[in-house]
């Protein structure tokens, strides 16, 4: 039997971005992937030179409860250790 798949959703309201996350087995892997967009964002907006310090990534069900806020920094902080 294959493991239910829902469908998660992500919002930056800095941006005003709204997109479709993916889906996903449950919240730990819709945020392991989110965590993954913020860093690509992140990558790419520092070649720009955004300061996306204030900004958060938002992931939702399909109900439009929120699973995960992710404040940027929190992605942007060197790992201890």
Same mark, same amino acid.
């Not at 992500?10 to 996350?21: C, N, Q, R, S, W």
């Not at 399909?62 to 699973?67: L, N």
């Given at each position: &039997? $294959?493991? !239910? &798949? $829902?469908?998660?959703?992500? @919002?930056? #309201? /800095?941006?005003?971005?709204?997109?479709?996350?993916?889906?996903? #087995?449950?919240?730990?892997? /819709?945020?392991?992937? /989110? !965590?993954?967009?913020?860093? +690509?964002?992140? $990558? +790419?907006? /520092?070649?720009?030179?955004?300061?996306?310090?204030?900004? @958060? &990534?938002?992931?939702?069900?399909? $109900?439009? @409860?929120?699973? !995960? +806020?992710?404040?940027?920094?929190? !992605?942007?902080?060197? @790992?201890?250790?």
């Amino acid at each position: &039997m $294959s493991p !239910v &798949m $829902s469908r998660f959703f992500h @919002k930056i #309201p /800095a941006t005003g971005a709204e997109d479709e996350l993916g889906e996903f #087995p449950d919240e730990s892997e /819709a945020r392991k992937d /989110a !965590v993954e967009s913020v860093r +690509e964002i992140v $990558s +790419e907006g /520092a070649l720009d030179g955004w300061n996306m310090s204030d900004w @958060k &990534m938002i992931v939702t069900d399909e $109900s439009g @409860k929120t699973i !995960v +806020e992710l404040p940027f920094c929190e !992605v942007l902080q060197p @790992k201890n250790g």
